[in-house]
């Protein structure tokens, strides 16, 4: 009888014995009925240990006798490959992958050749990760690692139908230095992009205001008004000036009609005085000629006044383009000059009656 089984002898004894006190107390049995129920169940609870002695038990003892072994665990290999090359989307970028291989080898027949479970292996991991590689931009490593988790997560068997391999703690970069070109790259597209995109804003703009705006004086001034609701009388003002600027963006002169709108152009003033100066210079020259004796029917005296004039513009005097007309002028009154030696002797002579008169 084993001790289960004795446990639920005595579990079944209590609850008779309780049951005959219960019902003793309901019915109100004489004295002598307490002692002839105690003694039945007391005979009850022997027949049934003895019964229980003489079966045989299902397993028999001797079986009982060790505990059940465990079952073996199946032994496994592996291998840590570390930043394999693997092609990328993009030619010359190779994304880096560094994994944890383990595999199993498959039972064959008897007389099958010897193989290398951790090639088969490792070539069936990179093989199913090439797979995957592939079809990514080098840029995308993140995820290129997370799927490579998911796909080489199972164990499955290689083509020569040798090993069941799989990888863990997959691992996926790049190079530093195609890293930082492919940093280059994105600023790059960035930059381009950017400049695209403000190059086609201001052929937009550029066109608006040619072919719409500028088209003519009257599409300006109702461009203005539209910008300007309120202020009329300024629309009015600036006719002009809106018509300047339309004949220049279109290269076309003003319209007549438009002509009395357009404010006359200002003679430029710093300019004005520097002539007048240069005239009255030349007057004041011309009377100091007059008085150094050299009269308008000397030929020495455009002799004179070219050399008066190209030593004030070696000098780089303001008056000296005026006395260089001034000396053209005179040459061109005589057109027969004088032959050199004389033009010398005459050049002389002058310069020593100037330097007396002087």
């Known amino acids: 009888m084993s001790s289960g089984q004795k446990i639920l002898t005595a579990f079944l004894t209590l609850i008779g014995g309780l049951l005959i006190v219960i019902i003793g107390l309901c019915t109100a049995w004489p004295w002598w009925c307490w002692p002839a129920a105690a003694l039945t169940l007391l005979v009850l609870a022997r027949l049934v240990s003895l019964s229980a002695r003489r079966r045989r038990p299902t397993i028999p003892q001797e079986h009982l006798l060790e505990p059940d072994r465990p079952i073996p665990p199946v032994e496994r290999w592996e291998k840590v490959v570390r930043e394999v ?3 990328s989307a993009s030619p010359d970028y190779d994304f880096l992958v560094t994994a944890l291989v383990r595999w199993v080898p498959i ?14 292996a490792v070539d069936a991991v990179l093989t199913r990760a090439r797979t ?3 079809t990514h931009p080098p840029h995308r490593g993140s995820l290129v690692q997370h799927q490579l988790a998911g796909a080489l997560g199972t164990m499955e068997q290689d083509p020569t139908g040798r090993v069941l391999a799989m990888a863990e703690n997959i691992q996926v970069s790049l190079s530093e230095a195609d890293r930082e070109r492919l940093e280059k790259l994105a600023t790059v597209r960035k930059d381009e992009a950017v400049w695209e995109h403000e190059r086609k804003w201001e052929q937009s703009k550029r066109a608006y205001l040619g072919e719409d705006v500028l088209a003519s004086t009257g599409s300006a001034v109702v461009w203005w008004l539209a910008k300007n609701d309120d202020r009329v009388d300024k629309a009015v003002a600036d006719i002009g000036l809106l018509a300047q600027l339309t004949s220049v963006a279109n290269d076309e002169p003003i319209p007549a009609p438009l002509q009395p709108y357009v404010a006359p152009v200002a003679p430029d003033t710093p300019a004005a005085p520097e002539a007048e100066a240069a005239g009255a210079a030349t007057d004041l020259f011309v009377a100091a000629l007059q008085g150094l ?7 020495a005296r455009s002799l004179f006044l070219r050399r008066v004039a190209e030593a004030a513009r070696a000098a780089r005097l303001s008056g000296a383009d005026a006395l260089d007309r001034l000396a053209t002028e005179e040459e061109e009154r005589y057109r027969d000059p004088l032959p050199p030696e004389e033009a010398g002797d005459a050049d002389g002579d002058l310069l020593a009656g100037g330097v007396t008169g002087l």
């Not at 064959?108 to 951790?118: F, K, L, M, N, T």
């Not at 004796?293 to 030929?299: A, I, M, R, T």
């Open 107 to 120: 039972d064959v027949a008897h007389g099958a050749p010897d193989v290398s479970g951790s090639g088969l």
């Open 132 to 134: 995957i590689t592939v």
């Open 293 to 299: 004796g050299l009269d308008e029917d000397d030929p």
């Open 85 to 87: 090359a693997l092609p």
